[in-house]
């Protein structure tokens, strides 16, 4: 129980819901806070502003002691590097996914996954699981203005290579694929509230940058940073024609 918290609310005279209310969570959240449980870093920030205090005030077991490391409650593996990850982890989260599946990663990558893959994802989106995968591809989209022809080949290729391995899965509605040239530093799989994020590392081969096993607790503040990087990119990426 955080008591000093709980003091500092009766001084200001604030109510859980007026503090969920400034800062936008839920009420259970202020409750949990109450209790014990350490807000994220940006909340932590705004609560102590809204108190008009400092958050080592509020939370002095946060003060940092040699040796000790606070990792967020997101958090639920890191994994040194890739071959570190278990055997058949992305295939778990894809089969219980029962919302949404979102895939940031390049077609080659893809093309190295188990055989049973587009299968998998075939059969959630068949589901009506919402299916997004953005691939990187090189190039750019071919049009009408000047430019570089190669460019347009690689963007072509890209397209062509992509629609052959996906097919199965663009004729299911629920599914969509998009290509991208934005400047990932990252691969991801999203399934509903999990999130797996591989890492890349200049001047290392992509399998050996680490990757963190995240979910998403409700005080979404890392969750929701690789979130909105898969939106910026979904959102920029040109959409895999059927045909």
């Known amino acids: 129980m955080n008591e000093i918290l709980r003091q500092a609310l009766l001084r200001a005279g604030l109510t859980d819901e007026a503090v969920a209310a400034h800062l936008g969570v839920d009420p259970k959240t202020v409750?949990?806070?109450?209790?014990?449980?350490?807000?994220?870093?940006?909340?932590?920030?705004?609560?102590?502003?809204?108190?008009?205090t400092?958050?080592?005030?509020?939370?002095?077991?946060?003060?940092?002691?040699?040796?000790?490391?606070?990792?967020s409650s997101e958090v639920v593996a890191i994994y040194p590097h890739l071959s570190a990850v278990p055997d058949g982890l992305w295939h778990e989260m894809l089969t219980l996914a029962t919302r949404r599946i979102g895939i940031l990663a390049s077609i080659s990558a893809i093309a190295e996954k188990n055989a049973d893959l587009v299968t998998l994802l075939r059969s959630r989106a068949a589901a009506q699981v919402?299916?997004?995968?953005?691939l990187s591809a090189p190039g750019?989209?071919?049009?009408?203005?000047?430019?570089?022809?190669?460019?347009?080949?690689?963007?072509?290729?890209?397209?062509?290579?992509?629609?052959?391995?996906?097919?199965?899965?663009?004729?299911t509605p629920a599914a969509e694929i998009r290509l991208h040239r934005a400047a990932a530093y990252n691969s991801m799989?999203?399934?509903?509230?999990?999130?797996?994020?591989?890492?890349?590392?200049?001047?290392?081969?992509?399998?050996?940058?680490?990757?963190?096993?995240?979910?998403?607790?409700?005080?979404?503040?890392?969750?929701?940073?690789?979130?909105?990087?898969?939106?910026?990119?979904?959102?920029?990426a040109t959409t895999l024609p059927l045909s």
């Open 54 to 71: 400092e958050e080592i005030e509020l939370w002095p077991d946060m003060a940092i002691r040699p040796g000790v490391l606070s990792r």
């Open 130 to 134: 919402r299916t997004r995968i953005a």
């Open 189 to 236: 799989l999203i399934a509903d509230n999990d999130i797996l994020v591989s890492h890349r590392i200049y001047g290392a081969d992509v399998a050996a940058g680490p990757v963190l096993r995240l979910r998403d607790t409700g005080d979404d503040d890392l969750t929701s940073t690789y979130r909105d990087s898969f939106e910026s990119i979904w959102q920029s």
């Open 31 to 52: 409750r949990r806070w109450l209790d014990g449980r350490h807000p994220y870093p940006r909340l932590r920030s705004q609560l102590a502003r809204l108190l008009a």
């Open 140 to 171: 750019r989209r071919p049009g009408p203005e000047a430019g570089d022809q190669s460019e347009d080949t690689e963007f072509a290729s890209a397209t062509h290579e992509a629609t052959r391995l996906f097919r199965p899965l663009l004729e």
